[in-house]
């Protein structure tokens, strides 16, 4: 089968013929509907060195973990996983560390490794994938649903973060309208009742931003934002200067949740925010919390606009995607 796999750091990934696997025990293989790409991947084939401290790399690997797919085959020990069903992939978590067995596999301790990263990913024909990772997407095209399982989980579980704040005459805005942000003003919509304003310098991602139901899409800086008067920030760029613009936004008792990785760093002090205000990271999102996620997406309120790419145009995607040129989300399909 064809692979697009990382051989060694900072070096280009390359397009190869492999072995189609086979399932050990309590895995489950797919073949590969969709795999969705995302900056991480560009951090990983660009930016890392070495494997970071909280997984376990070993290279080579097939890059790619936002993936959906059908089942092909099920290893020893795993049942009701029917050849042909539709599923999509998320974290597991350990499901023995105190974060788990609440429920929060995605701020699991137990360090696990996932499709994508620490096993081999999505960027092939064929993908091997512990059952605990499978949620099922029946109704749903999985390569449709796979920028659900990374882009749409992590902006849904900041909506339900900050969903208690938004009541009726609320405000909630949000500080980047990309391939993230536009699928977080669809949710916002879709699960409070909030006013939802969506902040991007690029008229391309105001007007994604309207078609997912903003109800205002405007310019950073612009004066019709609200000054220290909105019940929710959530910043999916992660600058200094966005979250000096969440700080100026955010009321008191207000939630800010940065979801992006932009590195920004601001001193924080007791006059940093409205008293009272919170500021919160985020990663990911709960199985559950994909469950209902899926749910939404079937019912077409949260559907992530994105465009479907052969698998041997990878690397011309990945460079496009780097350069910004990619609207919504990119997903190639094998």
């Known amino acids: 089968m ?13 397009l190869v013929d492999i072995p189609i696997p086979e399932p050990g025990s309590g895995q489950v293989r797919l073949k590969v509907a969709g795999n969705g790409l995302c900056q991480s991947d560009l951090h990983m084939i660009h930016d890392w ?12 690997q097939t890059i ?39 429920g929060w596999n995605n701020y699991c301790r137990g360090k696990p490794i996932q499709p994508g990263i620490g096993m081999d990913g999505g960027l092939a024909e064929y993908v091997l994938v512990p059952v605990g990772c499978l949620v099922p ?15 749409g989980l992590s902006s849904y579980h900041a909506v339900r973060r900050v969903a208690p704040v938004l009541l009726p005459g609320s405000v909630a805005v949000v500080i980047g309208a990309g391939g993230l942000g536009h699928l977080a003003v669809a949710a916002l919509k879709a699960v409070t009742p909030a006013e939802v304003i969506a902040v991007d310098p690029s008229p391309d991602a105001r007007a994604l931003a309207l078609q997912s139901g903003a109800d205002r899409a405007v310019e950073p800086g ?11 920030v959530l910043d999916f760029v992660g600058a200094a200067v966005t979250l000096q613009s ?6 008191p008792q207000g939630h800010v949740v940065m979801v992006g990785r932009g590195s920004g760093e601001l001193p924080f002090t007791h006059r940093s925010m409205p008293y009272g205000a ?17 749910a939404l997406a079937r ?29 919504g989300r990119a997903v190639i399909v094998p």
């Not at 494997?51 to 080579?60: E, F, G, Q, R």
């Not at 936002?66 to 029917?82: C, F, H, Q, R, T």
């Not at 992939?89 to 499901?95: D, F, P, R, S, Y």
């Open 2 to 14: 064809k692979a697009y796999r990382l051989f060694d750091w900072q070096t280009p990934p390359r």
């Open 137 to 151: 997407c029946d109704g749903l095209d999985p390569a449709e649903g796979a920028p659900l399982t990374d882009a």
């Open 299 to 327: 019912s077409g309120a949260v559907r992530p606009h994105l465009s479907r790419h052969p698998l041997d145009e990878v690397e011309q995607v990945l460079n496009r995607l780097a350069k910004g040129e990619i609207s």
């Open 64 to 102: 790619g973990h936002e993936i959906g797919g059908w089942v092909d085959k099920a290893g020893p020990g795993v049942s009701g996983w029917d050849k042909g069903r539709a599923a999509l992939v998320t974290l597991a978590g350990c499901g023995h560390c105190d974060a788990c067995l609440r």
């Open 222 to 232: 612009d004066d019709t934002l609200p000054r220290h008067d909105a019940a929710a």
């Open 278 to 294: 919170t500021l919160s990271t985020t990663f990911g999102g709960t199985k559950a919390e994909l469950s209902e996620l899926i």
């Open 246 to 251: 969440a700080f100026d936004m955010i009321r």
């Open 49 to 60: 060195t070495e494997s970071p401290p909280h997984i376990n790399v070993t290279l080579p």
